[in-house]
T-cell receptor
Framework: AQKVTQAQTEISVVEKEDVTLDCVYE???????LFWYKQPPSGELVFLIR??????QNEISGRYSWNFQKSTSSFNFTITASQVVDSAVYFC????????????FGKGTRLHILP | NAGVTQTPKFRILKIGQSMTLQCAQD?????MYWYRQDPGMGLKLIYY???????DKGEVPNGYNVSRSTTEDFPLRLELAAPSQTSVYFC??????????FGAGTRLSVL
């Protein structure tokens, strides 16, 4: 069965600090996708990244980076030099291939960046 | 390019009333989804569709119905609204490459 666990319910950091959001997943499939979505206070869901299970390379996009480790079933998300605009709820999600694109979301981590 | 459009943005219903949440996408995506997001929780899949004329239940389908007569539209129907259906509802579409594009959401309160 699919499961996504985001153990951190809420995190607060001071602006310019680095912060890592944890994501641990469970799946019986060997082929799957992992995602991160951002939900700012305005409420919409913004796609950040998709990673397939065959590609364990870490990815960096500006201040955002993602660490995918199959050995620990984790897909952690780091924001460096955080900014107030990064304040949002962040969701990690998992989709097993050949499952009609169904995505299972974690409960989300609410990130507060304090000025 | 409008993307995924949900209407209405907000709605208050009385217990037992019915309503339809509208969702339309202009990206010609085959896959469409309805999720609900309860406070402090992640998204739970209500129904999904892999193409016009095909729908299937997700994780929490009870109390809801859907139809998919066209590729563009995927309305969600609540027949007898209950307080437990108070939530934010998100519609999403996907071109079947595992990226879902979300609408802005509909905030529903059942009182």
């Amino acid at each position: 069965a699919q499961k996504v666990t985001q153990a951190q319910t809420e995190i607060s950091v001071v602006e310019k600090e680095d912060v890592t959001l944890d994501c641990v997943y469970e799946t019986r499939d060997t082929t799957y996708y992992l995602f991160w979505y951002k939900q700012p206070p305005s409420g919409e869901l913004v796609f950040l990244i998709r990673r397939n299970s065959f590609d364990e390379q870490n990815e960096i996009s500006g201040r955002y980076s993602w660490n995918f480790q199959k050995s620990t079933s984790s897909f952690n998300f780091t924001i460096t030099a955080s900014q107030v605009v990064d304040s949002a709820v962040y969701f990690c999600a998992l989709s097993e291939m050949n499952r009609d694109d169904k995505i299972i979301f974690g409960k989300g981590t609410r990130l507060h960046i304090l000025p | 390019n409008a993307g995924v459009t949900q209407t209405p943005k907000f709605r208050i219903l009385k217990i037992g009333q019915s309503m339809t949440l509208q969702c339309a996408q202009d990206m010609n995506h085959n896959y469409m989804y309805w999720y609900r997001q309860d406070p402090g929780m992640g998204l739970k899949l209500i129904y999904y569709s892999v193409g016009a004329g095909i729908t299937d239940k997700g994780e929490v389908p009870n109390g809801y119905n859907v139809s998919r007569s066209t590729t563009e539209d995927f309305p969600l129907r609540l027949e007898l609204a209950a307080p437990s259906q108070t939530s934010v509802y998100f519609c999403a579409s996907s071109p079947s490459i595992y990226i879902q594009y979300f609408g802005a959401g509909t905030r529903l309160s059942v009182l």
